[in-house]
């Protein structure tokens, strides 16, 4: 048996973790409902019990309509968005595949890194930061070599741009190609439609525009990807992700793979049930409206959004920090005065933009009313002060509310 | 901006989920103290909010107190056990490196094909699931290669084996290679000295011995660990699991990796605090009495355990099903009746072994006697018993009060 012996450290002594209230308009983590909370906080019951393979199945149901697809193979990933985004590329691609990444910010080059390092042959295709990809320069590449997969960022969360979908999937099926696409920012926030759009994967995040703390991330796999997979020369690199295998957990077999996130797995079936409550399309209305109405004050306040209005998310609005203003000095304002977190940018955005989310439970009319309040006197505390903004943002709900 | 299509699916329309109390008694996950339940169910904050950071440093201390190591490597992985394990292998691991794999059940043949599929060129080292690995033969596999890493389990889930681990670093450091260590089942029910005891990479869970849910899994590298991965020709071939630049953010710069599973690391840092607040020998010392008590109640029924007295874990204890018994009509008869659960064995122990977890917050004189009387009640249900067992297992506790 194994020995004890005298240990080296003292005993740390520790109270109780307190978090401080805010209310998260950053890019995420967004504001989770105490509905969720509350679900999450239920007993921890095993990973086999009938019960819980209940729980799955709803969970796999309602995934399957916040992504509007058919596809069997739906379910949340073990880890964090960026799990997800690993697990698409990683389960596709065997090294030496071609694949065509679509890059606008952070996150696309974050798909082209892990593409990279699971050994493919990429094809980069860039945008500037805070503009959308261009369309002919997305066909050109996939033309120009025999991709396997195609891979883009729908809702880039690094600088605010809504990037256009539409007939994308046929053109990537033309050339016998996968489409993957990051809906981390986008599923529960704007259109998404998984079959109708030939996605054949999308992933997303279990906080941002669903609702639940960050931990799992919603992912699905069409049948041709599936087909893809199943066809490999070589296992997935990555045992933990390897989907073949997870099925075995989460489809009718119920073999244990890894022990599933319990509590986790509660507080996103109670942020998806209360997405289903209100119906993907008032979902979307509510999110665009509380953007319209956030941006009319940016407006008015004499700020400026970085993205055209075309290319704008509705879940993260980003705002050109102005040149006599200190990003850090405004941020630290609201989260001190106001109890309000935003984000700055990032890479070459550091202190020039801020990302402002609006997703999920935070995406509401009080909400937009209390930043726009707090951002004006933060900005009057260096000397920026060109309106207060609050009547813009009136003026957009009460024309909603008349219409 | 994206089109709105009609959707195919109607909307999904269900109620909270309440999941049934249930009395954990498999190898995982186990029992949650209500403190960590509420902790967890705290306002979710910014993954870099300052009262975050203050957080994770506080998991940080209380990581190193459980793994009793100096390492400043130490955080938790954002995924399950597997993750943790994966990412020992995959920092460590480039393709065509030797690892000698220690393999006596599930969880070591799972290091194994983890080590397969980040490219290495394995030596495997097997026992017979029961059995502890013999020393003599990891001594010859390491002398008959290369290898970069020796990997083993410490406390083998599937089988309820201890592997003793005294002059193991040493071993395998005088061979230039480094210890990786699977201590999912053993941290926080049975002695793990990090430091003391050699070991480069060691990896548990948040559940089991810790008494958090699953879904996160602490890490430790040694110094010896860092440089070899900061030497690396290659990138880590997982992107999410990287620790070169997951330390970019638990470390000092808090530069943004993935956002941090924020209430499940509320939910670790309380159940580490309770942890604290017991000590780690008091808590090692209340498993093996626990252990003691349950198997002095099994051979007073007439059952039988997996494993010879020295290798037996404290915190899954394996009982062999008697022949005339069907395994899981009496899994079904403790969930039913007693709602407790226990487990059934994997892979060739299917329908042979039970695997029975007292562990973190399960650990209790109560639960002991519960089990035991629901127990008999079950086989005896099947025609199955040779006696009560309860005045057996409450004799060992006599016995400790009275010392």
Redesign the interface.
């Known amino acids: ?5 005298q ?3 003292e ?12 209310i ?1 308009l ?1 890019p ?2 967004s ?2 409902d105490q ?1 969720v ?13 009938p ?2 393979l209940q ?1 799955m199945d ?1 969970i796999k ?2 995934l ?2 916040a992504f ?1 697809t ?1 596809n069997g193979m739906t379910l949340p990933i ?6 997800g985004m ?1 697990a698409s590329i ?1 389960n596709l691609v065997e090294p030496g595949d071609e694949v065509v990444a679509c890059i606008g910010g952070y996150f696309g080059e ?1 798909m082209h ?2 593409a990279e ?2 050994g493919a042959k990429t094809v980069p295709v860039r945008a500037e930061w805070g503009k959308s990809i261009d369309r002919a320069q997305i066909e050109d590449a996939i033309r120009s070599c025999k991709p396997k997969v195609v891979a883009i960022v729908s809702a880039e969360t690094s600088t605010g741009v ?1 990037q ?3 007939g994308l999937g046929d053109l990537v099926h033309s050339q016998g190609a996968l489409l993957v696409v990051d809906a981390v920012t986008a599923l529960g926030t ?4 998984v ?2 759009m030939g996605i054949d994967v999308c992933f997303s ?1 279990s ?1 941002k525009g669903i609702g639940a ?3 799992l991330s919603p992912i699905t796999f069409s049948d041709r990807a599936m087909k893809a997979i199943t066809g490999r020369q070589r ?6 992700l390897d989907v073949t295998t997870i099925q075995q957990y989460w489809g009718a077999n119920r073999s ?9 797995n ?2 996103l ?2 942020a998806l ?1 209360l997405l ?2 209100e ?3 008032p979902r ?1 209305r509510r999110h665009e409206l509380n953007s319209r109405a956030f941006v009319a004050a940016v407006d008015a306040m004499g700020l400026e959004m970085l993205v055209t209005p ?1 290319d ?1 998310l509705w879940g993260v609005n980003v705002v050109r920090v102005p040149e006599s203003v200190d990003d850090a000095g405004v941020r630290s304002h609201l ?1 001190d005065e106001a109890s309000i ?1 935003i ?1 700055g940018g ?1 890479g070459p955005f550091k202190g020039r933009v801020w990302r402002i989310g609006l997703m999920g439970a935070g995406s509401t009319e009080q909400n937009v009313k209390l930043l726009v309040g707090a951002l004006h006197k933060a900005l009057a505390a260096q000397g920026f002060d060109r309106g207060p903004g609050l009547e813009a943002a009136e003026k957009v709900y009460a024309a909603a509310k008349a219409s």
Not at 1 to 5: D, G, N, P, S, Y
Not at 235 to 240: I, M, R
């Open positions: 048996m194994a020995e004890t012996r240990r080296s450290k005993r740390p002594n520790y109270e109780t973790f307190n978090p401080p209230k805010r998260l950053g995420g983590p504001p989770v509905q909370l509350t679900a999450m906080a239920a007993p921890v019951i095993g990973h086999l019990d019960a819980f729980c709803d149901a309602m399957r309509y509007d058919e073990s880890g964090t968005g960026s799990a690993e990683v974050r890194e892990m390092r699971a809504w256009d979908l539409a704007q259109p998404i439609h079959d109708a995040c906080q703390p960050p931990g296992k997935v690199q990555s045992w933990y244990y793979h890894h022990t599933a996130p319990i509590s986790m509660y507080a079936r109670e049930r289903c409550a119906g993907m399309e979307w075309k704008r989260l977190e984000s990032l």
